[in-house]
Protein backbone atom coordinates (compact mmCIF):
# COMPACT_ATOMS: atom_id res chain seq x y z
CA UNK A 1 0.00 0.00 0.00
CA UNK A 2 1.15 3.44 -0.78
CA UNK A 3 0.20 7.55 -0.09
CA UNK A 4 0.95 9.87 -1.93
CA UNK A 5 0.73 13.16 -0.94
CA UNK A 6 1.36 16.72 -2.27
CA UNK A 7 1.22 19.70 -0.27
CA UNK A 8 2.78 23.49 -0.54
CA UNK A 9 4.41 23.60 2.76
CA UNK A 10 6.87 21.32 4.38
CA UNK A 11 5.94 21.87 8.36
CA UNK A 12 2.53 20.30 6.81
CA UNK A 13 4.83 16.86 6.03
CA UNK A 14 6.67 17.28 8.87
CA UNK A 15 3.63 17.57 10.84
CA UNK A 16 2.29 14.33 9.01
CA UNK A 17 5.09 12.18 9.85
CA UNK A 18 4.10 10.81 13.21
CA UNK A 19 0.55 9.33 11.96
CA UNK A 20 2.82 6.80 9.29
CA UNK A 21 5.44 6.44 11.66
CA UNK A 22 3.00 4.57 14.14
CA UNK A 23 1.78 2.70 11.21
CA UNK A 24 5.29 1.73 10.62
CA UNK A 25 5.18 3.06 7.22
CA UNK A 26 8.47 3.78 5.11
CA UNK A 27 8.49 7.43 3.93
CA UNK A 28 10.32 9.16 1.42
CA UNK A 29 10.11 13.26 0.71
CA UNK A 30 10.86 15.15 -2.82
CA UNK A 31 11.59 18.64 -2.27
CA UNK A 32 9.98 19.73 -5.92
CA UNK A 33 12.11 23.29 -5.70
CA UNK A 34 9.48 25.66 -4.94
CA UNK A 35 7.19 23.49 -6.42
CA UNK A 36 5.34 22.12 -3.08
CA UNK A 37 6.40 18.85 -1.84
CA UNK A 38 5.93 15.27 -3.16
CA UNK A 39 6.12 12.40 0.18
CA UNK A 40 5.96 8.86 -0.67
CA UNK A 41 4.65 6.57 2.07
CA UNK A 42 4.46 2.46 1.72
CA UNK A 43 2.70 0.11 3.88
CA UNK A 44 4.20 -2.73 5.72
CA UNK A 45 3.88 -6.53 4.44
CA UNK A 46 0.97 -7.32 6.38
CA UNK A 47 -1.38 -4.13 5.34
CA UNK A 48 -1.13 -6.05 1.35
CA UNK A 49 -4.86 -7.96 1.70
CA UNK A 50 -7.03 -6.16 0.88
CA UNK A 51 -9.80 -6.37 3.60
CA UNK A 52 -7.57 -5.87 5.82
CA UNK A 53 -5.67 -3.25 4.09
CA UNK A 54 -9.52 -1.56 3.82
CA UNK A 55 -10.43 -0.88 7.50
CA UNK A 56 -6.69 0.20 7.92
CA UNK A 57 -6.38 2.39 5.24
CA UNK A 58 -9.84 4.08 6.28
CA UNK A 59 -8.18 4.83 9.82
CA UNK A 60 -5.36 6.26 8.42
CA UNK A 61 -7.60 8.27 6.48
CA UNK A 62 -9.48 9.53 9.47
CA UNK A 63 -6.04 10.01 11.68
CA UNK A 64 -4.40 12.21 8.21
CA UNK A 65 -7.62 14.64 8.35
CA UNK A 66 -7.53 15.36 12.12
CA UNK A 67 -4.32 15.93 11.67
CA UNK A 68 -4.28 18.51 9.05
CA UNK A 69 -7.17 19.93 10.84
CA UNK A 70 -5.59 20.90 13.72
CA UNK A 71 -1.85 21.51 11.52
CA UNK A 72 -4.29 24.18 9.50
CA UNK A 73 -6.23 25.80 12.26
CA UNK A 74 -9.62 24.46 10.89
CA UNK A 75 -8.72 26.12 8.12
CA UNK A 76 -9.37 23.61 5.41
CA UNK A 77 -11.76 24.74 2.62
CA UNK A 78 -12.70 20.82 1.17
CA UNK A 79 -11.88 17.43 2.33
CA UNK A 80 -13.05 15.03 -0.36
CA UNK A 81 -12.26 11.11 -0.58
CA UNK A 82 -12.61 9.28 -3.77
CA UNK A 83 -13.41 5.51 -3.81
CA UNK A 84 -9.89 3.78 -4.05
CA UNK A 85 -8.85 2.72 -7.81
CA UNK A 86 -8.60 -1.19 -8.12
CA UNK A 87 -5.82 -1.96 -10.03
CA UNK A 88 -5.08 -5.30 -12.55
CA UNK A 89 -8.09 -6.99 -11.35
CA UNK A 90 -9.57 -9.66 -12.76
CA UNK A 91 -12.41 -8.22 -13.89
CA UNK A 92 -12.33 -4.15 -15.04
CA UNK A 93 -14.82 -1.94 -13.63
CA UNK A 94 -13.74 1.45 -15.23
CA UNK A 95 -15.04 2.29 -18.84
CA UNK A 96 -14.39 5.75 -19.30
CA UNK A 97 -17.06 7.85 -21.33
CA UNK A 98 -16.86 8.85 -25.03
CA UNK A 99 -16.24 12.27 -23.54
CA UNK A 100 -13.27 11.28 -21.25
CA UNK A 101 -14.62 10.81 -17.93
CA UNK A 102 -13.92 8.17 -15.85
CA UNK A 103 -16.66 5.63 -15.01
CA UNK A 104 -17.24 2.86 -12.64
CA UNK A 105 -19.43 0.52 -12.90
CA UNK A 106 -20.30 -2.80 -10.50
CA UNK A 107 -19.15 -5.21 -12.94
CA UNK A 108 -19.20 -8.99 -11.83
CA UNK A 109 -18.91 -10.63 -14.80
CA UNK A 110 -17.81 -10.85 -18.79
CA UNK A 111 -20.22 -12.81 -20.60
CA UNK A 112 -18.11 -12.06 -23.70
CA UNK A 113 -15.07 -10.87 -25.04
CA UNK A 114 -14.17 -11.42 -28.82
CA UNK A 115 -12.61 -9.39 -31.59
CA UNK A 116 -14.35 -9.01 -34.84
CA UNK A 117 -13.20 -7.92 -38.49
CA UNK A 118 -14.45 -4.69 -36.87
CA UNK A 119 -14.03 -4.29 -33.42
CA UNK A 120 -13.53 -5.49 -30.13
CA UNK A 121 -17.30 -6.69 -28.90
CA UNK A 122 -17.50 -7.49 -24.74
CA UNK A 123 -20.69 -8.12 -23.01
CA UNK A 124 -19.92 -6.90 -19.49
CA UNK A 125 -22.15 -7.81 -16.52
CA UNK A 126 -23.62 -4.99 -14.06
CA UNK A 127 -25.72 -5.58 -11.26
CA UNK A 128 -27.76 -2.16 -11.71
CA UNK A 129 -27.68 -2.73 -15.31
CA UNK A 130 -27.58 -5.94 -16.49
CA UNK A 131 -25.88 -6.97 -19.57
CA UNK A 132 -23.83 -3.90 -20.98
CA UNK A 133 -22.40 -3.88 -24.64
CA UNK A 134 -19.11 -2.27 -25.02
CA UNK A 135 -18.11 -1.99 -28.64
CA UNK A 136 -13.82 -1.04 -28.56
CA UNK A 137 -14.02 0.23 -25.22
CA UNK A 138 -17.29 2.47 -25.59
CA UNK A 139 -19.84 1.87 -23.88
CA UNK A 140 -22.88 1.52 -26.48
CA UNK A 141 -26.30 -0.19 -24.71
CA UNK A 142 -27.16 -1.85 -21.15
CA UNK A 143 -30.03 -4.25 -20.92
CA UNK A 144 -31.54 -1.45 -18.53
CA UNK A 145 -31.98 1.18 -21.74
CA UNK A 146 -35.30 -0.45 -23.31
CA UNK A 147 -37.06 2.91 -21.78
CA UNK A 148 -34.39 4.84 -23.72
CA UNK A 149 -34.48 2.82 -26.84
CA UNK A 150 -38.64 3.02 -26.59
CA UNK A 151 -38.30 6.81 -26.14
CA UNK A 152 -35.86 7.16 -29.67
CA UNK A 153 -38.91 5.59 -31.29
CA UNK A 154 -41.68 7.91 -30.05
CA UNK A 155 -43.02 4.59 -28.69
CA UNK A 156 -46.73 5.78 -27.71
CA UNK A 157 -47.17 8.93 -30.18
CA UNK A 158 -45.57 7.47 -33.28
CA UNK A 159 -47.84 4.78 -34.96
CA UNK A 160 -45.73 2.55 -36.65
CA UNK A 161 -49.02 -0.04 -38.07
CA UNK A 162 -48.43 -1.08 -41.61
CA UNK A 163 -46.04 1.87 -42.45
CA UNK A 164 -42.35 1.59 -44.00
CA UNK A 165 -39.59 1.85 -41.43
CA UNK A 166 -35.81 2.44 -42.22
CA UNK A 167 -33.66 2.30 -39.52
CA UNK A 168 -29.82 3.58 -40.35
CA UNK A 169 -27.84 1.74 -37.90
CA UNK A 170 -28.70 0.12 -34.56
CA UNK A 171 -26.48 -2.68 -34.86
CA UNK A 172 -27.19 -4.30 -31.48
CA UNK A 173 -30.95 -4.92 -32.86
CA UNK A 174 -32.73 -3.64 -29.95
CA UNK A 175 -34.71 -0.48 -32.12
CA UNK A 176 -35.31 -3.58 -34.68
CA UNK A 177 -36.79 -5.82 -31.91
CA UNK A 178 -38.90 -3.03 -30.58
CA UNK A 179 -39.87 -2.11 -34.00
CA UNK A 180 -40.92 -5.08 -34.92
CA UNK A 181 -43.59 -5.46 -32.22
CA UNK A 182 -45.64 -2.36 -33.21
CA UNK A 183 -46.38 -4.13 -36.44
CA UNK A 184 -44.71 -2.02 -39.83
CA UNK A 185 -45.51 -3.48 -42.99
CA UNK A 186 -41.79 -3.34 -43.99
CA UNK A 187 -38.41 -2.87 -42.20
CA UNK A 188 -34.94 -1.79 -43.90
CA UNK A 189 -32.27 -1.84 -41.68
CA UNK A 190 -28.85 -0.70 -43.20
CA UNK A 191 -25.87 -1.72 -40.88
CA UNK A 192 -22.41 -1.23 -41.69
CA UNK A 193 -20.79 -3.28 -38.49
CA UNK A 194 -23.11 -6.03 -38.45
CA UNK A 195 -21.88 -8.60 -36.35
CA UNK A 196 -22.69 -12.21 -35.62
CA UNK A 197 -22.12 -11.78 -31.78
CA UNK A 198 -23.01 -8.30 -31.04
CA UNK A 199 -26.44 -8.95 -30.16
CA UNK A 200 -28.70 -11.91 -31.43
CA UNK A 201 -26.48 -13.30 -28.62
CA UNK A 202 -28.42 -15.48 -26.00
CA UNK A 203 -27.49 -13.58 -23.08
CA UNK A 204 -28.38 -10.23 -24.59
CA UNK A 205 -32.46 -9.81 -23.71
CA UNK A 206 -32.40 -6.33 -24.44
CA UNK A 207 -32.14 -6.52 -28.25
CA UNK A 208 -34.80 -9.65 -28.55
CA UNK A 209 -34.34 -12.52 -30.69
CA UNK A 210 -35.18 -10.52 -33.88
CA UNK A 211 -31.65 -11.24 -35.53
CA UNK A 212 -31.40 -14.98 -34.75
CA UNK A 213 -35.00 -15.53 -36.93
CA UNK A 214 -34.73 -12.77 -39.41
CA UNK A 215 -37.02 -13.48 -42.31
CA UNK A 216 -37.18 -11.45 -45.50
CA UNK A 217 -33.97 -10.76 -47.84
CA UNK A 218 -30.57 -10.23 -45.93
CA UNK A 219 -27.78 -8.83 -47.39
CA UNK A 220 -24.36 -9.45 -45.49
CA UNK A 221 -21.74 -7.83 -47.11
CA UNK A 222 -18.14 -9.57 -46.27
CA UNK A 223 -15.79 -7.14 -44.34
CA UNK A 224 -13.32 -5.17 -45.89
CA UNK A 225 -15.10 -4.45 -48.73
CA UNK A 226 -16.69 -7.93 -50.32
CA UNK A 227 -20.23 -7.89 -51.46
CA UNK B 1 3.43 16.02 -12.18
CA UNK B 2 4.15 12.59 -10.88
CA UNK B 3 4.28 8.83 -11.72
CA UNK B 4 4.16 6.12 -9.36
CA UNK B 5 4.82 2.65 -10.88
CA UNK B 6 4.32 -0.45 -9.10
CA UNK B 7 6.07 -3.65 -10.51
CA UNK B 8 7.38 -7.05 -9.40
CA UNK B 9 10.58 -7.09 -11.08
CA UNK B 10 13.31 -5.34 -10.63
CA UNK B 11 14.84 -5.18 -14.14
CA UNK B 12 11.47 -4.13 -15.48
CA UNK B 13 11.84 -0.83 -13.39
CA UNK B 14 15.34 -0.47 -14.65
CA UNK B 15 14.92 -0.86 -18.44
CA UNK B 16 11.86 1.97 -18.09
CA UNK B 17 14.29 4.45 -16.29
CA UNK B 18 15.61 5.80 -19.30
CA UNK B 19 12.33 7.33 -20.72
CA UNK B 20 12.44 8.98 -16.89
CA UNK B 21 15.29 10.04 -17.67
CA UNK B 22 14.92 11.60 -21.38
CA UNK B 23 11.84 13.43 -19.96
CA UNK B 24 14.64 14.68 -17.04
CA UNK B 25 12.14 13.00 -14.21
CA UNK B 26 13.77 12.46 -10.66
CA UNK B 27 13.00 9.54 -9.47
CA UNK B 28 12.89 7.42 -6.50
CA UNK B 29 12.81 3.46 -6.30
CA UNK B 30 11.56 1.75 -2.93
CA UNK B 31 12.63 -1.85 -2.22
CA UNK B 32 9.35 -3.06 -0.31
CA UNK B 33 11.77 -6.84 0.30
CA UNK B 34 9.95 -9.29 -1.96
CA UNK B 35 6.63 -7.62 -2.34
CA UNK B 36 7.47 -5.43 -5.56
CA UNK B 37 9.16 -2.06 -5.97
CA UNK B 38 7.64 0.94 -5.95
CA UNK B 39 8.87 3.87 -8.15
CA UNK B 40 8.08 7.13 -8.02
CA UNK B 41 9.06 9.99 -11.12
CA UNK B 42 8.65 13.42 -10.63
CA UNK B 43 8.69 15.71 -13.64
CA UNK B 44 10.48 19.36 -13.99
CA UNK B 45 9.35 22.37 -12.95
CA UNK B 46 7.75 23.16 -16.99
CA UNK B 47 5.42 20.35 -16.96
CA UNK B 48 3.22 21.93 -14.63
CA UNK B 49 1.02 23.53 -16.52
CA UNK B 50 -2.17 21.34 -17.52
CA UNK B 51 -2.35 21.85 -21.07
CA UNK B 52 1.45 20.95 -22.11
CA UNK B 53 1.76 18.28 -19.27
CA UNK B 54 -1.41 16.61 -20.85
CA UNK B 55 0.40 16.01 -24.66
CA UNK B 56 4.07 15.63 -22.85
CA UNK B 57 2.24 13.06 -20.45
CA UNK B 58 0.46 11.11 -23.32
CA UNK B 59 3.57 10.88 -24.93
CA UNK B 60 5.48 9.60 -21.94
CA UNK B 61 2.98 6.73 -21.47
CA UNK B 62 2.70 6.54 -24.86
CA UNK B 63 6.73 5.59 -24.92
CA UNK B 64 6.20 3.22 -21.35
CA UNK B 65 3.90 1.29 -23.23
CA UNK B 66 6.31 0.43 -26.31
CA UNK B 67 9.11 -0.20 -23.66
CA UNK B 68 7.02 -2.45 -21.48
CA UNK B 69 5.98 -4.61 -24.65
CA UNK B 70 9.21 -5.39 -25.70
CA UNK B 71 11.05 -5.49 -22.30
CA UNK B 72 7.81 -8.32 -21.65
CA UNK B 73 8.48 -9.81 -24.89
CA UNK B 74 4.88 -8.66 -25.77
CA UNK B 75 3.54 -10.66 -23.16
CA UNK B 76 1.16 -8.50 -22.04
CA UNK B 77 -2.77 -9.42 -21.02
CA UNK B 78 -4.35 -6.11 -20.98
CA UNK B 79 -3.02 -2.40 -21.17
CA UNK B 80 -5.40 0.39 -19.87
CA UNK B 81 -5.51 3.97 -19.16
CA UNK B 82 -7.97 5.92 -17.08
CA UNK B 83 -8.77 9.42 -17.56
CA UNK B 84 -6.45 11.35 -15.10
CA UNK B 85 -8.14 12.23 -11.99
CA UNK B 86 -8.26 15.94 -11.57
CA UNK B 87 -7.45 16.79 -7.79
CA UNK B 88 -8.40 20.29 -6.20
CA UNK B 89 -10.35 21.68 -9.10
CA UNK B 90 -12.41 24.60 -8.39
CA UNK B 91 -15.30 22.66 -9.38
CA UNK B 92 -15.76 18.92 -8.33
CA UNK B 93 -16.44 16.61 -10.94
CA UNK B 94 -16.28 13.05 -8.71
CA UNK B 95 -19.98 12.21 -7.45
CA UNK B 96 -19.67 8.67 -6.17
CA UNK B 97 -22.62 6.76 -6.32
CA UNK B 98 -24.16 5.07 -2.90
CA UNK B 99 -22.46 2.21 -3.23
CA UNK B 100 -18.91 3.86 -4.01
CA UNK B 101 -18.27 3.04 -7.36
CA UNK B 102 -16.07 6.49 -8.79
CA UNK B 103 -18.41 8.59 -11.49
CA UNK B 104 -17.66 11.52 -13.23
CA UNK B 105 -19.87 13.96 -14.23
CA UNK B 106 -19.06 16.82 -16.80
CA UNK B 107 -20.16 19.76 -14.14
CA UNK B 108 -19.02 23.08 -15.43
CA UNK B 109 -20.22 25.21 -12.50
CA UNK B 110 -22.32 25.34 -9.14
CA UNK B 111 -25.47 26.43 -9.54
CA UNK B 112 -26.17 26.16 -5.38
CA UNK B 113 -24.23 24.98 -2.39
CA UNK B 114 -25.68 25.88 1.01
CA UNK B 115 -26.14 23.80 4.28
CA UNK B 116 -29.67 23.50 5.38
CA UNK B 117 -30.82 21.89 9.29
CA UNK B 118 -31.07 18.66 7.65
CA UNK B 119 -28.53 18.34 5.06
CA UNK B 120 -25.93 19.43 2.35
CA UNK B 121 -27.69 20.79 -0.85
CA UNK B 122 -26.03 21.17 -4.06
CA UNK B 123 -26.98 21.96 -7.42
CA UNK B 124 -24.40 21.52 -9.79
CA UNK B 125 -24.80 22.24 -13.88
CA UNK B 126 -23.73 19.15 -16.05
CA UNK B 127 -23.94 19.43 -19.77
CA UNK B 128 -24.91 16.15 -20.30
CA UNK B 129 -27.61 15.41 -17.41
CA UNK B 130 -28.31 19.64 -16.86
CA UNK B 131 -28.81 20.66 -13.02
CA UNK B 132 -28.19 17.59 -10.67
CA UNK B 133 -29.27 17.71 -7.38
CA UNK B 134 -26.55 16.67 -4.73
CA UNK B 135 -27.86 16.07 -1.07
CA UNK B 136 -25.26 14.80 1.56
CA UNK B 137 -22.70 14.17 -1.57
CA UNK B 138 -25.20 11.33 -3.28
CA UNK B 139 -26.50 12.15 -6.30
CA UNK B 140 -30.22 12.37 -5.79
CA UNK B 141 -32.30 14.16 -9.57
CA UNK B 142 -31.09 15.62 -12.40
CA UNK B 143 -33.03 17.72 -15.42
CA UNK B 144 -32.51 14.47 -17.35
CA UNK B 145 -34.27 12.82 -15.09
CA UNK B 146 -38.13 13.63 -16.03
CA UNK B 147 -38.66 10.22 -18.27
CA UNK B 148 -37.79 8.32 -14.84
CA UNK B 149 -40.27 10.35 -12.78
CA UNK B 150 -42.95 9.65 -15.18
CA UNK B 151 -41.61 5.99 -15.53
CA UNK B 152 -41.80 5.30 -11.69
CA UNK B 153 -45.58 7.13 -11.90
CA UNK B 154 -46.84 4.50 -14.75
CA UNK B 155 -47.46 7.43 -16.75
CA UNK B 156 -49.29 6.21 -19.30
CA UNK B 157 -50.52 3.50 -17.38
CA UNK B 158 -52.18 4.73 -14.58
CA UNK B 159 -55.28 7.08 -14.61
CA UNK B 160 -54.56 10.41 -11.81
CA UNK B 161 -57.95 11.86 -12.59
CA UNK B 162 -59.99 12.84 -9.92
CA UNK B 163 -57.99 10.38 -7.50
CA UNK B 164 -56.38 10.79 -4.24
CA UNK B 165 -52.75 10.42 -4.14
CA UNK B 166 -49.83 9.74 -1.79
CA UNK B 167 -46.57 10.92 -2.03
CA UNK B 168 -44.20 9.65 0.43
CA UNK B 169 -41.03 11.44 0.67
CA UNK B 170 -40.57 12.99 -3.24
CA UNK B 171 -39.10 15.95 -1.83
CA UNK B 172 -37.34 17.48 -4.44
CA UNK B 173 -41.31 18.19 -5.64
CA UNK B 174 -40.39 16.30 -9.12
CA UNK B 175 -43.16 13.81 -8.51
CA UNK B 176 -45.60 16.78 -6.95
CA UNK B 177 -45.13 18.57 -10.52
CA UNK B 178 -46.01 15.90 -12.66
CA UNK B 179 -49.04 14.92 -10.37
CA UNK B 180 -50.51 18.24 -10.66
CA UNK B 181 -50.36 17.75 -13.99
CA UNK B 182 -53.09 14.80 -14.19
CA UNK B 183 -55.72 16.23 -12.76
CA UNK B 184 -55.80 14.49 -9.92
CA UNK B 185 -58.75 15.16 -7.06
CA UNK B 186 -56.30 15.49 -3.88
CA UNK B 187 -52.60 15.20 -3.42
CA UNK B 188 -51.09 14.00 -0.13
CA UNK B 189 -47.21 14.49 0.41
CA UNK B 190 -45.42 13.32 3.56
CA UNK B 191 -41.64 14.57 3.43
CA UNK B 192 -39.66 14.46 6.51
CA UNK B 193 -36.65 16.81 5.44
CA UNK B 194 -38.55 19.20 3.03
CA UNK B 195 -36.06 22.29 2.19
CA UNK B 196 -37.27 25.75 0.84
CA UNK B 197 -34.03 25.49 -1.23
CA UNK B 198 -34.43 21.69 -2.39
CA UNK B 199 -36.84 22.26 -5.07
CA UNK B 200 -38.72 25.16 -5.52
CA UNK B 201 -35.31 26.60 -6.74
CA UNK B 202 -35.92 28.89 -10.48
CA UNK B 203 -32.76 27.06 -11.77
CA UNK B 204 -34.40 23.31 -11.32
CA UNK B 205 -36.96 23.06 -14.04
CA UNK B 206 -37.63 19.24 -13.41
CA UNK B 207 -39.61 19.72 -10.65
CA UNK B 208 -41.65 22.71 -11.87
CA UNK B 209 -42.87 25.13 -9.98
CA UNK B 210 -45.40 23.59 -7.77
CA UNK B 211 -43.52 23.91 -4.48
CA UNK B 212 -43.43 27.80 -5.03
CA UNK B 213 -47.21 27.85 -5.57
CA UNK B 214 -48.65 25.33 -2.69
CA UNK B 215 -52.52 25.66 -2.62
CA UNK B 216 -54.48 24.09 0.38
CA UNK B 217 -52.73 23.09 4.10
CA UNK B 218 -49.01 22.78 4.04
CA UNK B 219 -47.54 21.27 7.52
CA UNK B 220 -43.89 22.17 7.61
CA UNK B 221 -42.65 20.66 10.94
CA UNK B 222 -39.77 22.88 12.55
CA UNK B 223 -36.25 20.98 12.71
CA UNK B 224 -35.33 18.76 15.28
CA UNK B 225 -38.88 17.39 16.76
CA UNK B 226 -40.57 21.09 16.87
CA UNK B 227 -44.17 20.98 15.02
Redesign the interface.
Same mark, same amino acid.
Given at each position: H?I !?L?TDCPSTVRGLQSIFQEQEM?E?V?D??G?GY?A?F?GK?DM?HSKYDFSVFSQLLNALEKKLKSLLHGNIM?V?R??A?T?GAAV???W?TA???? !????IDRVVYDEDSAYQNIKILHSQQFGNILILNGDVNLAESDL?YTQ?IMGR?KENYTGKEVLILGGGDGGILAEAVKLKPKMITMVEISFQDATCHFPLWPACGSVLDNLKGDSKIPEPHGGT
Open positions: C !VHTTHTEHLTINQRKLPLRDRYPDGRL !VEYDPAG
